[in-house]
């Protein structure tokens, strides 16, 4: 049986500082420079999140794409919507909210929900011209 | 010599109803649910057609992407392009057509022809937020 | 008062045929060419609606964008989205769907529903590179 | 003469909240929903700013667009670009910072700076289906 | 009868530089920088073309786009595709090939071919962040 | 430590002619076509460059992208930009500058100051529709 990928693409925005809490002020700003701003900035970030298996042979899907809109909604959309990284997002605490540390949170929630099909890319984009991508390795 | 891989973006738009005959017309709603519209709905569709191999001394092209385009026009846009997947694409009879079943379909019609480069991917955008690929495995 | 304009972005799909019922079968195919396929083609329309205001003292908007998305949504998407613009929509009966007179009777439906703010355009976008506007003149 | 319009399209990120100090936090949450989260949340704001005028014969520009980006920059960007709208701005100062206050403040700013072409036209992006326009009047 | 705008989004590619043979040299550096190098650069233009007429009962349409297309194509397309706007293009001659003057020359040769309907806008996008509009005025 | 991939995504402009001297004129344009145009066409470009590494735990980066971005710069942007691929680019030199070649060519300057990341793909788009990717294989 052919194996398929399929890709659902959703949208959120957020605030973030990249910021050490583990560094000085000053190391911070020569690290992250605006992108350390303490009144924080955010982001339009678009997640592609793609998952591979079988085809079904009674639904022609990898999976329902619904289904899975509605599973990565609920894993990680519904928590970061709208919110600030570095303060309202639990699974974030402790971990520079940058778009590498985001993107292998979002794979820890994300992976486990979505058997038979296996999760095998997410794909971040912070900005139109920065993206960050992450296969679980 | 390096092996690179060049990709042609086709476009084209066509109605479809994701429906599997063996089932209920209960079930057919239940699984597909607007999807299943008995009179159809439809979508611009955008495909990217991958093809790897040497890059030519001669040209400097590992192939001719104006070449590419007439050879995926000829085996599939022309005949899926303005029409209905369920009702007048010969080679998806009997197929329910979602994105996943026609990227395979494709596949087969399109990776005889690309030689000596090889077909190494199609990308199938059903909407700006739905994608597939195939790899051929 | 300054007055600003907003405009809020829809997407939906849709199947559809240009047939004009009072010609002929060979003047419909000469006319509209393979638009005119009798077993429908469809597209991923994109529609932008904007309203014209003043800016509310109290909350910064023209108008709440969630609430015209849900005024748009009621008045024409639900109504249209993955249908058959031919046979589905009652509001397009008696007329040929083209863009143009999609876009018209759109205005029509719209327009009544966004007091105290003013509907001053409609975008009606068919594929990436065809699109209609309209101004309610 | 013709009078051409030009535009040159900038791109920023901030943080903001949906917030009216002269509101309780209950009609604020109401109003406001989850644009009034407590701790921020933020965008990618695009901005298209056209100004129009005559050709020069000796440059063939209404206005040499890389003048118009530094104009642009130091009126705005540079003040707005990785801050918060409601913490870091001072000209946003005792204004609920939506898109459409943003979008008027931003032209007092920039209309002054573009003779001897004239500002006509600013165009504020908040999210790829969302945005705001602004003529002056 | 409603009067309705149809756009027909084009696209062409060609080299230009940016040069005032009536200046020295230097001259020309200091106005045009890098887009003054002697030997060229280029850019994929976008060409959307915009009439405005009543929607026709018998078609639907104000304008069948497929005749728009090969009306711009034979009237400026063809004459600039793969071209160079200084040494090329004949009706570009004596003038700077800004995207001003480019889009003012177009203007002159699309607007007498479109009637009944009116060419109301032509916009030429030059980059994804430069654009100019003209009007005929 | 988990891997993950950033990209940067950069732009540039140029023109060029895809000719190759060792061939006739009449060969040369069999081969080519309009590409060949003597008096050179252009495109803008957009690269994706993109490197793979363990996420640091001091800044939770790869790599910070803005130094990426000035590599690149140094490395190939600043050497293309707003130039003639045949004429002005010394690493072309005898090499047509197909996107196959000119993508080859930027590896191989890219590749050596990245480290202690990786460069995995780069992705040169060439127009909207067209592009080549390499991972150094």
């Known amino acids: ?3 398929v990928t399929v ?3 959703m949208h959120f925005n957020a605030a973030h500082r990249v910021h050490n809490p583990a560094l000085s002020d000053d190391e911070n700003r020569t690290l992250f420079g605006k992108c ?3 009144n924080w900035h955010g982001h339009n970030y678009v997640l592609d999140v793609s998952v591979r298996g079988e085809v079904s042979e009674r639904t022609g899907y990898v999976m329902d794409l619904a289904h899975l809109k509605r599973i990565v909604e609920g894993a990680v959309i519904d928590r970061v919507d709208h919110k600030n990284f570095n303060l309202d997002v639990d699974f974030m605490q402790g971990t520079i909210p940058t778009s590498e540390n985001i993107v292998v949170a979002f794979w820890r929630l994300i992976a486990p929900l979505v058997a038979p099909a296996t999760l095998t890319r997410l794909v971040l984009w912070e900005t139109a ?3 960050v991508e992450y296969d679980g390795r």
Do not use: A, F, I, L
């Open 1 to 3: 049986m052919p194996q």
């Open 7 to 9: 890709t659902r693409r």
């Open 36 to 38: 350390n701003n303490p």
């Open 129 to 131: 011209n920065n993206y």
